[in-house]
């Protein structure tokens, strides 16, 4: 009896998927719905992109070019979770950022759609199947784009973004990062295009000085590779401290480990990863220099509101050699600064009292609803105009948090109490002014 042997299949080689292809309806729809709002933001009737055939707008989006992807740089070593958020963030801000507001075009419409039209527009195969008509649309469009050189308006956006996110993640007593934009580079197989965006690190730098007899530790501030900038260290010029120097020179920025604690201590309600981008716009861009009540000078310490640097509390230093050291951050309300200054003026709070209180720490002015305490208000929004503190905090929320009842009434109770106390030495110190009326 005959048996049935398997026939053994002979391999078939497989082809490579064209590098063309047609993409789903819905995807389509979603490209020409963004073009529209383009040709719209471009000052381009909308409706002239319906003089394209179906055949015309899908070889429009034959190729599809994606969202820049964050790699790091080969023998740069990044924390795989720092890689993630760079990422992350970079899609929603593309998302949610618009380039025009009126017409409706995110930075996702313009790295994505728009840049497949401006490769397509200026493809001459394309152009050739296009009628006269249509060409006069397509160099107006095109003219349009070159005219706000939108490509590297775009490309500056997406960079500055990714900046920002890495100033977060730097630390400058560990490392500082920053940023390789690679070409744009065919996916393989896939009718797509990509950038690469190479994250280089660089260590922290680091130097041994003694201050009071004793050794410390001071690390550089230092802002990461950006684009064609090299790696820079933060500098003041030393005639912006000692106007009466003579020479003009450089002196390097260093930071001890006290300093740093000192500031997660106290500038206690921001994001750690806020943390960096506090110090470089202190150190390396705002440079405001403040002079206490006791004559020595401070740096401020700044956080951006709108297009303002609010002052946030100060840093301490002294000059070593060529070197700035910053020694430690001193609070707001610290009344070795002219804001605790006149705090301490005005309510004679005890150093104990303020820590005691917790008006040491910047969240006391997010956890405590100051207008409900009259002679706190006072002073610190009807005179220093501190208000602007909360604000800061809620500009990096998406929404304001509430105040905690439980220490404003806490803090109410103790500065009722206070000015209970001041009016009654009030009372005595008028009693005994006063002139004797029967003499």
Request: proline share 5%; aromatic share 10%; charged share 25%.
């Amino acid at each position: 009896m005959a048996t049935n042997k398997k026939r053994k299949k002979t391999p078939t080689q497989h082809r490579p998927n064209a590098m063309l292809i047609k993409y789903t309806k819905t995807y389509l729809d979603a490209c020409y719905a963004a073009t529209k709002r383009i040709f719209r933001a471009m000052g381009e009737d909308p409706e002239v992109f319906e003089t394209f055939t179906k055949r015309q707008k899908q070889d429009i989006f034959r190729v599809q070019v994606m969202p820049p992807r964050i790699q790091a740089m080969a023998g740069h070593r990044v924390p795989k979770p720092y890689l993630r958020y760079v990422q992350e963030e970079l899609l929603g801000y593309l998302k949610r950022a618009y380039y025009d507001k009126d017409s409706g075009v995110t930075w996702m419409d313009l790295v994505t759609t728009g840049q497949v039209v401006e490769l397509t527009f200026g493809n001459d195969s394309f152009l050739e199947t296009l009628s006269e008509a249509q060409l006069r649309i397509v160099r107006r469009v095109l003219g349009e784009f070159k005219k706000r050189n939108l490509f590297l308006v775009m490309q500056e956006a997406l960079a500055s973004h990714i900046k920002t996110s890495l100033l977060m993640l730097s630390q400058p007593n560990f490392r500082t990062y920053g940023q390789e934009i690679e070409d744009i580079v065919p996916a393989l197989h896939r009718p797509s295009l990509q950038p690469i965006v190479r994250i280089v690190t660089h260590e922290c730098q680091s130097l041994r000085f003694k201050y009071h007899n004793r050794e410390r530790t001071a690390f550089r501030i230092g802002m990461g590779k950006f684009l064609s900038l090299p790696y820079t260290g933060a500098t003041i010029p030393i005639r912006k401290i000692m106007p009466n120097a003579r020479h003009d020179r450089l002196l390097n920025i260093y930071i001890q480990s006290h300093a740093i604690y000192r500031f997660k201590e106290r500038i206690d309600t921001f994001f750690p990863i806020l943390r960096n981008q506090f110090f470089v716009l202190s150190f390396m861009i705002a440079q405001k220099l403040v002079r206490a009540p006791n004559g020595m000078q401070l740096l401020a310490c700044v956080a951006p509101l709108g297009m303002e640097d609010k002052t946030i509390g100060y840093f301490a230093f002294t000059i070593d050699g060529d070197n700035l050291l910053v020694l430690t951050l001193l609070p707001l309300l610290s009344q070795g600064v002219p804001e605790g200054h006149i705090l301490h003026e005005r309510l004679h709070l005890s150093p104990d009292e303020l820590k005691y209180l917790g008006m040491d720490r910047l969240s006391f002015f997010y956890d405590v609803d100051i207008s409900r305490i009259p002679l706190l208000k006072k002073v610190l929004f009807d005179e220093l105009h501190l208000d602007y503190i909360r604000k800061i905090y809620n500009s990096y929320h998406t929404r304001n948090d509430p105040y905690d009842d439980k220490k404003t009434l806490f803090v109410k109770n103790y500065f009722q109490k206070l000015e209970e106390q001041l009016l009654d030495r009030t009372e005595v110190f008028n009693e005994i002014s006063e002139p004797d009326m029967e003499d």
